[in-house]
Nanobody
Framework: QVQLVESGGGSVQAGGSLRLSCAAS????????MGWFRQAPGKEREFVAT????????YYANSVKGRFTISRDNAKSTVYLQMNNLKPGDTAVYYC????????????????WGQGTQVTVSS
């Protein structure tokens, strides 16, 4: 089993920044990919960013590319999402997820999920 706990959400004005963290526990993560997803009210959960633990390869949704940065600290089993130049359209509950394979953009391919953290961006 894998446990994921997100933190760092909050309310900011447009143009501001937030840094989300996701602490993982329960199993070794040397071969796990981690992803960030978000879900706004009335919308489906959508892919934001993903990172491989071993190769540090990353991939982003076009909507956040250039503004968000995903990174990880293997020693702390933690993945981060640095969000800069936030826009009202980024408002959502943000979830981290993990899978024991290469990274992927579909939420259906991730086995483990955190409880989510709310990000609200006002104009």
């Amino acid at each position: 089993q894998v446990q994921l706990v997100e933190s760092g959400g909050g309310s900011v004005q447009a143009g501001g920044s937030l840094r989300l963290s996701c602490a993982a526990s329960g199993r070794t993560f040397s071969s796990y990919a981690m992803g960030w997803f978000r879900q706004a009210p009335g919308k489906e959960r959508e892919f934001v960013a993903t990172i491989r633990w071993t190769a540090s390869s990353t991939y982003y949704a076009n909507s956040v590319k250039g503004r968000f940065t995903i990174s990880r600290d293997n020693a702390k089993s933690t993945v981060y999402l640095q969000m800069n130049n936030l826009k009202p359209g980024d408002t959502a509950v943000y979830y981290c997820a993990s899978r024991s394979d290469s990274y992927a953009t579909s939420p259906h391919l991730y086995a483990y999920w955190g409880q989510g953290t709310q990000v609200t961006v006002s104009s």
